[in-house]
């Protein structure tokens, strides 16, 4: 069963865990959007689709055609992202009168541990860095890649829907710069717009940016240098599809969906105790076709 950030935090018994969890949920819209599934071994095994079989229409009697759709089994690692912090006794005890120190660094922490989550989740690639999971740019085909332009291009409705268009069943979320997003209000103005901008999402606690009824995440670690022929000033947008049968979706493993504030114990020579903030997670995409990208945006 996928587990969605919302429900991780209830199933969260410690008040300083479940905060950590509701922390990352309410901070960023892709963990309410994106289901995470359960990795009971150091190894998530999976079977990814590249290419469905084919059916037809017959009449009485006739033969039917034979067509087996084609499949990769894939394995991917689980990860580990951490970071720790020290609070010295003093503080905890005199300060916390009117803020819990603890939790107040640890919401810190889990701001940065957000933060490189989604750095690796658009740049990732495991062969370069194995400490990593593989991101969009290099889990997206070649064949849901589009352009642009062939020396970039400004973003249009039209390469948009095409982008929309070009995840088979039906994307669940954009994903693009700030500088993407303003570009698409200012298309909404000059043309009065398609639908309304900003709306109301469940396991969310406030309005979503949406562009054509789709949500839209924002993510400033797509960069806004990539080349595309003699431009080396733009930009990607990415449509996702989000689930665990055919789509992209988390990882996580351990307790807790894999988010755990962990109390280390006293430093050796300082009057000061040390905190670890840790995540067990990764990412699996289960079709080609779930993601796709629009490349060559001049911003």
Same mark, same amino acid.
């Given at each position: 069963m996928p587990l969605l #950030? =919302?429900?991780?935090?209830?199933?969260?018994? =410690?008040?300083?865990?479940?905060? !950590?969890?509701?922390?990352? %949920?309410d901070k960023d819209e892709f963990f309410a959007l994106v289901p995470f599934v359960r990795s009971k071994d150091d190894t998530f095994s999976y079977t990814r689709e590249l290419e469905l079989p084919g059916a037809g229409w017959i009449d009485p009697y006739d033969d039917i055609e034979e067509s087996t759709g084609k499949v990769e089994n894939i394995s991917t690692k689980i990860k580990i992202l951490a970071g720790q912090f020290d609070i010295a006794n003093f503080i905890s005890e005199v300060k916390s009168d #009117?803020?819990?120190? !603890? +939790?107040?660094?640890?919401?810190?922490? !889990?701001? +940065?541990?957000?933060?490189?989550f989604k750095n690796v989740l658009i740049n990732g690639d /495991? @062969?370069?860095?194995?400490?990593?999971? =593989?991101?969009?740019?290099?889990?997206? /085909? @070649?064949?849901? &890649?589009?352009? @642009?332009?062939?020396? $970039?291009?400004?973003? *249009?409705? *039209?390469?948009? =829907?095409?982008l929309k268009a070009a995840v088979d069943l039906g994307a669940d979320f954009f994903m693009m710069r700030e500088e993407v997003w %303003? +570009?698409?209000?200012?298309?909404?103005?000059?043309? $009065?717009?398609?639908? +309304?901008? #900003?709306m109301m999402v469940e396991n969310f606690g406030g309005p979503m940016r949406f562009y054509d009824g789709?949500?839209?995440?924002?993510?400033?670690?797509? /960069?806004?240098?990539?080349t595309q022929g003699t431009n080396?000033? &733009?930009? *990607? !947008?990415? @449509?996702?599809?989000?689930?665990?049968?055919?789509?992209?979706?988390?990882?996580?493993?351990?307790d807790a969906a894999g988010v755990r504030l962990e109390e280390i114990g006293t430093n050796f020579n300082k009057d000061s105790k040390r905190w670890r903030v840790k995540w067990y997670c990764g990412a699996a995409l289960r079709a080609t076709h779930a993601v796709a990208r629009l490349k060559g945006i001049q911003i």
């Open positions: #950030m =919302d429900e991780a935090a209830k199933l969260a018994e =410690d008040d300083r865990q479940r905060g !950590i969890i509701e922390e990352l %949920l #009117m803020y819990d120190q !603890i +939790a107040v660094q640890a919401k810190f922490k !889990i701001k +940065a541990v957000g933060r490189d /495991s @062969a370069v860095n194995n400490k990593t999971f =593989d991101g969009l740019k290099k889990l997206v /085909s @070649a064949q849901k &890649t589009l352009t @642009a332009g062939a020396n $970039g291009a400004a973003l *249009s409705y *039209s390469a948009l =829907d095409q %303003l +570009a698409i209000r200012e298309l909404n103005r000059l043309h $009065g717009g398609n639908t +309304a901008e #900003m789709t949500p839209v995440i924002i993510n400033n670690y797509i /960069s806004k240098t990539e080396d000033k &733009t930009t *990607s !947008i990415y @449509a996702v599809r989000a689930n665990e049968v055919d789509g992209f979706h988390g990882l996580w493993a351990g």
